[in-house]
């Protein structure tokens, strides 16, 4: 199967709780697989998890409970391993355990082979976040010595492309869980959102969102509702990006995720938005829609989002939260500097510290690291 042709599902995904066992059959048919589970988890923040098998499973799932009651040790060490791992490496069982004799097998291998008949094992770590994990494990056929490279090739495709869209699905989560829905319930969603066909034309936009095109700092719609932007290289690379994503989104394509700055004629801080692939999972918009999802994080009036649940993640000191708190109300240096009393250079440095253990450059991109953490739903 060709992995292009999985693409369609893998992003159903990202707005729907009911197509997990569709995607994973056809990535598990793509990675000559027999089986195919994903396990995803916020380990703090609120609550989300997810673990789906596909349909090898479904009438398997008695032998699956023993085995994890009886050899759940020898998963965790598998699981352990990938949550560790370079996102999106191919992690082998023999990577795990390198002294392990496949011949000679263990008690957790022969329970595998006898009751669910599959032997060897493979695995993704599918997020380099920090704050949740999440994992694509595959199981082959009993009789399969060497998984084939056909699969690993098409693996090099597929696995980024899920892991981008459970990173939606997360996002999204907390609108399902409180609303039963995603695409038609974006207002409350405190940051700007908005859904483009491929053609470019805007379909939907959030309150948020919309504030942003009426403000007109640099970016708004046109009289045909496609974004506008003064500059004709920024413009032409969105547009491209919003095709290509929509390309993706329909398997026609391979485009994940791009971000792009757009400067204000304001002079504030560039606005920053993430194309990505979007599909209705769920039919709320329109049926089998592929188009692309535009996130745009406005550094100067970011939403009501608190530094506090990155302390723990990032190992965030009582003051670096309370500089990044005033970070997030839009405040600069300077500013900080004199609402806490001390002296610009200790206030550009604690900035430095806060941005280095998130892995970012700036307040934008502290921003955007924050929304993916705890996104800003009421």
């Given at each position: 199967m060709s992995p292009y042709s999985c693409l369609p599902s893998i992003y159903d995904i990202a707005t729907s709780d009911h197509k997990w066992t569709e995607a994973l059959d056809q990535i598990a048919q793509s990675l000559n697989s027999s089986g195919a589970i994903i396990y995803a988890a916020n380990s703090s923040q609120f609550d989300y998890e997810v673990n789906h098998v596909n349909s090898y499973y479904h009438n398997k799932m008695e032998e699956v409970f023993v085995y994890l009651e009886r050899f759940q040790e020898f998963d965790k060490q598998g699981i352990m391993k990938l949550f560790s791992s370079p996102v999106f490496d191919r992690i082998d069982d023999l990577d795990v355990w390198p002294d392990l004799d496949l011949e000679k097998g263990r008690e957790d291998l022969d329970f595998l082979r006898a009751s669910l008949g599959v032997g060897r094992r493979a695995g993704f770590n599918l997020t380099a976040e920090r704050g949740w994990n999440a994992t694509l494990t595959l199981q082959y056929d009993k009789d399969i010595i060497q998984p084939d490279k056909g699969g690993m090739e098409n693996s090099r495709i597929l696995v980024p492309h899920l892991g981008k869209a459970i990173e939606l699905n997360r996002f999204y989560s907390q609108l399902r869980k409180k609303y039963n829905a995603v695409l038609s319930v974006?207002?409350?969603?405190?940051?700007?959102?908005?859904?483009?066909?491929?053609?470019?034309?805007?379909?939907?936009?959030?309150?948020?969102?919309?504030?942003?095109?009426?403000?007109?700092?640099?970016?708004?719609?046109?009289?045909?509702?496609?974004?506008?932007?003064?500059?004709?290289?920024?413009?032409?690379?969105?547009?491209?990006?919003?095709?290509?994503?929509?390309?993706?989104?329909a398997g026609e394509h391979t485009t994940r995720t791009i971000d792009i700055l757009v400067g204000r004629t304001s002079g504030k801080d560039p606005y920053l938005l993430t194309i990505s692939p979007l599909r209705d999972g769920e039919n709320e918009f329109e049926r089998s829609f592929s188009g692309a999802m535009i996130m745009i994080v406005?550094?100067?009036?970011?939403?009501?989002?608190?530094?506090?649940?990155?302390?723990?993640?990032?190992?965030?000191?009582?003051?670096?939260?309370e500089v990044a708190d005033l970070l997030l109300k839009g405040h600069n240096i300077g500013e900080i500097a004199d609402i806490r009393n001390v002296t610009f250079d200790t206030t550009k440095n604690q900035c430095k510290s806060i941005y280095s253990k998130m892995s970012v450059s700036n307040r934008t991109n502290l921003v955007k690291r924050l929304i993916s953490l705890c996104p800003p739903i009421i």
């Open positions: 974006l207002d409350k969603v405190k940051i700007g959102i908005c859904l483009a066909s491929p053609s470019g034309e805007i379909l939907i936009s959030n309150q948020q969102c919309q504030s942003l095109f009426d403000n007109k700092d640099g970016l708004y719609l046109d009289h045909h509702g496609e974004l506008f932007i003064p500059d004709e290289d920024i413009l032409n690379n969105i547009r491209e990006n919003i095709r290509q994503c929509s390309a993706t989104a406005d550094p100067d009036n970011p939403p009501q989002i608190a530094s506090s649940p990155a302390a723990k993640v990032f190992n965030l000191t009582k003051t670096e939260v």
